[in-house]
T-cell receptor, first 117, second 114 residues
Framework: EAGVAQSPRYKIIEKRQSVAFWCNPI?????LYWYQQILGQGPKLLIQ????????DSQLPKDRFSAERLKGVDSTLKIQPAKLEDSAVYLC???????????????FGSGTRLTVV | SQQGEEDPQALSIQEGENATMNCSYK?????LQWYRQNSGRGLVHLIL?????REKHSGRLRVTLDTSKKSSSLLITASRAADTASYFC??????????????FGGGTRLMVKP
């Protein structure tokens, strides 16, 4: 089974520039998550999709961050304009809807490391 | 906000020793999960324990859950240098809407010296 694919692997941009990250979840996984992980901290949920609908985006800074999952498969996360404090690793994860009877956790991609200078 | 808090924040042990990491959380949960993260890599799921379970084993891993104290522990027995990584607990609880939310703690950075 292929894992969660993310690109790019690394990105360096200047503050006030725009950047976009891409995620392809595991085939058949209806739920997709974007997490932000600042160095030395645990991941923080930014947004959760179920199919192409947003389940939770309460921690997404909507003045500069946006995300979409138009066809319920791939997803993109965009930052415009970027700030220095956005430097972090952006992780994408997916899981099937019916997890309550399984012992499986979420499957994470390798992340995109963003540096804003 | 982070639901779980790990203790200790950093742990250094010799190869062959056991490593114990603790996690405390604040609200009721469906399950608690432990993840491992090597430097610069993604998170790897290790083990999941449900709220009605008290102990679970997987290879050299042993997880306990005490819902009355809202705490969990992860024990790695006979540690190896390759176990060096950051370990995170994460709690899953249903939000008001559909789907589940996984909330992470700050992690324990484990170093196993050969």
């Amino acid at each position: 089974e292929a894992g969660v694919a993310q690109s790019p692997r690394y990105k360096i941009i200047e503050k006030r520039q725009s950047v976009a990250f891409w995620c392809n979840p595991i085939s058949g996984h209806a739920t997709l998550y974007w997490y932000q992980q600042i160095l030395g901290q645990g991941p923080k949920l930014l947004i959760q999709f179920q199919n192409n609908g947003v389940v939770d985006d309460s921690q997404l800074p909507k003045d500069r961050f946006s995300a979409e999952r138009l066809k319920g498969v791939d997803s993109t996360l965009k930052i415009q304009p970027a700030k220095l404090e956005d430097s972090a690793v952006y992780l994408c994860a997916s899981s099937p809807i019916q997890r309550s009877l399984t012992n499986y956790g979420y499957t994470f991609g390798s992340g995109t490391r963003l540096t804003v200078v | 906000s982070q639901q779980g808090e790990e203790d200790p924040q950093a742990l250094s042990i010799q190869e062959g020793e056991n490593a114990t990491m603790n996690c405390s959380y604040k609200t009721s949960i469906n399950n608690l999960q432990w993840y491992r993260q090597n430097s610069g890599r993604g998170l790897v799921h290790l083990i999941l324990i449900r709220s009605n379970e008290r102990e679970k084993h997987s290879g050299r891993l042993r997880v306990t859950l005490d819902t009355s104290k809202k705490s969990s522990s992860l024990l790695i027995t006979a540690s190896r240098a390759a176990d060096t990584a950051s370990y995170f607990c994460a709690t899953e609880r249903p939000p008001a809407n559909a789907g589940n939310m996984l909330t992470f703690g700050g992690g324990t950075r484990l170093m196993v010296k050969p």
